[in-house]
């Protein structure tokens, strides 16, 4: 059996999905976004995806798959997911606070959630401040850490937090 150490994990989607959401900032400053129209959503508005979108999962994807090709991850768009040399950091999270249930997990229990892009619509009708890279991880079915990233609000804000280990990037007034 194959292990991970589910603070290794959430360091390299903090990593991942600010770089992501560099992708994305420099996509939306082209004014060229690609919008492609998937569907109609419940709400009856158009399901839109960009190239925002598409971009900043392979990356994410790519990234995850090079430190762990066996990693289960579902992700909201279909893309294929490029070959490329990013190996996410694995130091952001003080892994010395990791609880020991969530230090050596089975590879096999664990599966990641990507949304590269929520409020891809506000996205394309110019409304940033919206916007969010999602990446959840979850073992044996169960929620146990995540990462939220706004690249568009104060120069782009990270939040992540961890069953164990609270959560970080708040600000409380």
């Known amino acids: 059996h194959e292990y991970i150490n589910i603070g290794s994990l959430l360091s390299a989607c903090i990593d991942l999905a600010q770089q992501a959401g560099a992708i994305i900032h420099q996509i939306h400053s082209t004014g060229n976004l690609g919008v492609q129209v998937k569907g109609v959503a ?33 992700a909201e768009e ?53 916007v969010l890279t999602l990446i959840g991880v979850s073992v044996r079915g169960r929620p146990v850490a995540g990462v939220m990233y706004q690249p568009f609000v104060g ?12 959560v970080h990037g708040l600000t409380v007034q």
């Open 78 to 130: 279909d893309t294929e997911i490029p070959k490329t040399s990013t190996i996410p950091r694995q130091d952001l999270v003080d892994l010395g606070r990791v609880p020991p249930e969530l230090a050596d997990v089975p590879m096999d229990d664990v599966v990641m959630y990507i949304d590269p892009l929520d409020a891809t619509r506000e996205f394309t009708l110019g409304s940033v401040e919206c």
């Open 42 to 74: 419940a709400s009856g508005f158009d399901d839109v995806m960009t190239q925002a979108d598409i971009k900043s999962q392979q990356f994410i994807l790519a990234g995850l798959q090079n430190a762990w090709p066996n990693l289960s991850i579902v």
């Open 155 to 166: 120069g782009g804000k990270t939040f992540w937090g961890m069953v164990g280990m609270g």
